[in-house]
């Protein structure tokens, strides 16, 4: 059974004919421990789809099941981290304070919680500046904060709108290496939204193409670069005809809208 399935889902903003129609007729499954990418113009439905799964908004049609439950049911159980493209930290919390938070709501305590978050942020390169608050930290470094606090609770899921997308570069493509560690080493299934072709190609198994408003799912392309991934993964030649291949689905899409 898929851990995320998704059926005939539609979301319409608004009400009457004048209605925005941001999600139409979306359906995927998403297997356990997968890591896929959504890719797509701006405005085709991709965060939206994402708040859907996270119970932050509700389908105007279809269901979705979220590790066999509902999206509110997978919500109350802490199914699923999230991590938004702000870092969100509390500027007036350290960094070690801002990755408990989470256990903290739900009133975990102890040595093994803490340990776990010790765990977290040794993992994102965080644990000589867990006494440091946000202000202090690069960007790059707020948003390995906010991934360490996604998953200080043990998430089965990790939930990704554009984490990087406001990252330099260079900070960007290290974050994709440090990203696909971490998905390595703790086997979650993460869902990642990007604008990026070329860091959907580079992270995911699966690139999911979404079309412009309203969003559908054009294509599903199966990405056949091996893992582990690296610097020189950017160089294959089988890596530029994946990306040629979402970018032509997408000027495709384009070209076809009336």
């Known amino acids: 059974m898929p851990i995320i399935q998704i059926d005939n889902v539609s979301k319409v903003y608004g009400q009457g004919g004048g209605g925005t129609v941001a999600l139409q007729d979306v359906s995927l499954a998403i297997e ?115 991934i360490a606090r996604a998953l200080s609770f043990d998430p089965t899921i990790l939930l990704m709108d554009e984490p990087f997308g406001a990252l330099d570069e260079f900070t960007r493509e290290r974050l994709n290496l440090e990203l696909l560690d971490i998905w390595g080493s703790t086997h979650k299934t993460i869902l990642f939204v990007t604008h990026s072709i070329a860091e959907a190609v580079f992270l995911a198994g ?31 030649p089988r890596f530029f005809e994946l990306v040629t291949a979402v970018r032509e689905t997408l000027k495709e899409e384009f070209l076809s809208e009336p």
């Not at 999911?208 to 969003?215: H, I, L, N, S």
Request: glycine share 10%.
């Open 32 to 146: 356990k421990g997968e890591l896929i990418a959504l890719v797509g113009p701006s405005g085709c439905g991709k965060s939206t789809l994402l708040r859907l799964i996270a119970d932050l908004d509700t389908p105007s049609k279809g269901q979705i099941t979220v590790n066999g439950k509902t999206p509110h049911a997978a919500r109350l159980g802490r199914d699923y981290g999230f991590v938004f493209q702000s870092p969100t930290l509390y500027e007036w919390r350290k960094v070690l304070r801002n990755a408990e938070l989470p256990l903290e709501i739900m009133g975990r305590r102890g040595g093994e919680w803490r340990a776990r978050v010790d765990k977290m942020l040794q993992m994102v390169g965080l644990h000589d500046f867990h006494d440091h608050y946000p202000w202090q930290l690069s960007g790059g470094m707020q948003q390995r904060a906010s």
């Open 206 to 236: 699966r690139v999911v193409v979404m079309t412009p408003r309203p969003g559908r799912i054009a294509t599903v392309i199966p990405v056949d670069l091996p893992y582990p991934r690296n610097f020189e993964t950017r160089e294959m």
